[in-house]
């Protein structure tokens, strides 16, 4: 796959998350997508399948008022892109041993999406 090409998906994926378009979020995604959220090194969630993606992705629309994934940097090697990303947010809850409701979290990290068929088959968010 091309790397225009893998970028233009992942750019769609990010603004649609950023919009909380949960649909358009998985335009591009594979059936067979595993995705894993990494905070300090311990693998916090893992998903398998776009059923259970999309399901993890609409409950996560419910704990944000705001969100925004930037993107500073994509890094392509082969069919795998790292794209560095500055992530901002504010929780509708308080977090337990975590944010309270309302507070701006700034969350410096990387996600890595892997392409199989054209599609996005993984998708590793790691906040650091």
């Given at each position: 796959?091309?790397a225009?090409?893998m970028?233009?998906?992942i750019?769609?994926?990010i603004k649609a998350?950023?919009?909380f ?25 893992q ?6 993606l999309k399901?993890?992705?609409?409950q996560?629309?419910?704990?944000f008022?705001?969100r ?5 940097e ?6 795998t ?6 992530f901002?947010?504010t ?7 975590g944010?309270?409701?309302g507070?701006?979290?700034?969350i ?9 068929e054209?599609?996005?088959i993984?998708?590793e968010?790691i906040?650091?």
């Open positions: 796959m091309e225009k090409a970028k233009q998906i750019n769609e994926y998350y950023n919009e378009n949960v649909e358009k979020m998985l335009k591009n995604v594979h059936k067979n997508v595993e995705f894993k959220n990494i905070t300090n090194g311990e693998i916090n969630v998903i398998k399948g776009i059923t259970a399901e993890q992705a609409e996560a629309t419910n704990l008022d705001e925004e994934m930037k993107i500073i994509h890094v392509i090697k082969g069919n892109v790292e794209t560095k990303i500055k901002e947010c929780f509708t809850m308080d977090i337990p041993d944010p309270k409701a507070e701006l979290v700034k410096n990290g990387k996600s890595i999406f892997q392409f199989e054209g599609k996005i993984l998708i968010d906040s650091y």
